[in-house]
């Protein structure tokens, strides 16, 4: 695991941005992983910038998302669908259907589940993997409790989770819904490369378990430390309650310019 701590969102941003610009000009048909939450949106202006400018296209690529709220009528602002193609889908020139989430609407929920597991397969996996954390340690909305093996599956949201995202909802925690589809962490653990994105001190705890504490289900994120190529992006608030702080400036200082992330 790869920890890199960054002054500030839109340097985070940028760099996240490097490496997705960089895999698309070396495997144009390559296969993103979308994530909501507030984290990635500097990366998604950042993206929408690049590609205004020439700098990259997403006309071969797809994407898959991490996850969706049951139930949210189609047509509603927060349902994740629409956040991801008001945030980035519709501002890049991804071809049409090339953006794909869970459907949160199916009447089958198990059925469309194992279908969203089977369609990520069939596109050949994800490459690249954007990933935010909740302040509870989940990624994506594997909450704690998670399986470390879990498929694509619904969830029932903690109260930490519907308190922290009533803020998209009017500040109203009644207006979010109970239950979600995510990608389980099995099927995250597949991506090729994780880039995670943290900003703030209320994410410290989190990005402190998933780096440095015990490999647990109490702590989802923290199975990520079984990953071969994961990326951690974080701000120095963020990074407030990592012992290993001092290791991380320094390696990241003296980093060879060839590695890349
Ligand atoms: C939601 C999303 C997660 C995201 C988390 C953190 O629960 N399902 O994918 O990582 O929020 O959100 P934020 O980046 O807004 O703190």
Known sequence: MEVVILPDAKTIAATAADAIVHLLAAKPTAVLGLATGSSPLALYNELALRYAAGQVS?????????????????????????????????????????????DGLATDLPAACRAYDQ?????????????????????????PGSSLASRTRLKTLTRQTIADNARFFGGDPAAVPRHVLTQGLGTIMEAKHLVLM??????????????????????????????????VLVDDAAAARLQLADYYRHTYANKPAWQGL
């Open 58 to 102: 997403f006309a071969q690529a797809k994407a898959f998302m991490l996850d969706e709220y049951v139930g949210l009528p189609a047509e509603h602002p927060e349902r994740y669908r629409n956040v991801i193609e008001r945030e980035i889908a519709a501002r890049v020139d991804f071809a049409p259907g090339a953006v794909q989430g869970p």
């Open 119 to 143: 369609a990520i397969r069939d596109a050949g996996g994800v490459d690249l993997q954007i990933l935010g954390i909740g302040s509870d340690g989940h990624i994506a909305f594997n909450e």
């Open 198 to 231: 943290a900003l703030g001190r209320h994410k410290a705890e989190a990005i402190h378990h998933m780096v440095e504490g015990g490999v647990s289900a109490m702590w989802p994120g923290s199975l990520l430390q079984f990953h071969p190529h994961v990326t």
